[in-house]
């Protein structure tokens, strides 16, 4: 059963930006809130690796060196929704991004264990 479903992927040109959302599947009743968020990408060919993540207990964010500075983490409790803000993309950002669910207090700190995952929506790059 799908907890996770993200969105606002697409094509862009080298240079610009998207917003990807990730909530919680319709119905499914499930609360982002109570879970740490990561966002994780996958390139074909390359293993799925996690980018950017939030914690549930205080908001602090983490990012890989490779996004920092371009890719926002936030999460909207209200709205059960957690956004990655992306700018100034590259080609090498090209990926399937998913976002992933955990409760373990330092899910954050090695992007595991997940227990939830989305679909993933494809996000390419290029001129």
């Known amino acids: 059963q799908v907890q996770l479903v993200e969105s606002g992927g697409g094509l862009v040109q080298p240079g610009g930006s998207l917003r990807l959302s990730c909530a919680a599947s319709p119905g499914s009743g499930f609360t982002l809130g109570y879970f740490n968020i990561g966002w994780f990408r996958q390139a074909p060919g390359k293993e799925r690796k996690g980018v950017s993540c939030i914690n549930s207990s205080d908001g602090m964010t983490h990012y890989v060196d490779s996004v920092k500075g371009r890719f926002t983490i936030s999460r909207d409790n209200a709205k059960n929704m957690v956004y990655l803000h992306m700018s100034n993309l590259r080609p090498a950002d090209t990926a399937v991004y998913y976002c992933?669910?955990?409760?373990?207090?330092?899910?954050?700190?090695?992007?595991?264990?997940?227990?939830?995952w989305g679909q993933g929506t494809q996000v390419t790059v290029s001129s």
């Open positions: 992933a669910a955990g409760r373990w207090p330092d899910y954050c700190s090695g992007y595991a264990p997940t227990e939830y």
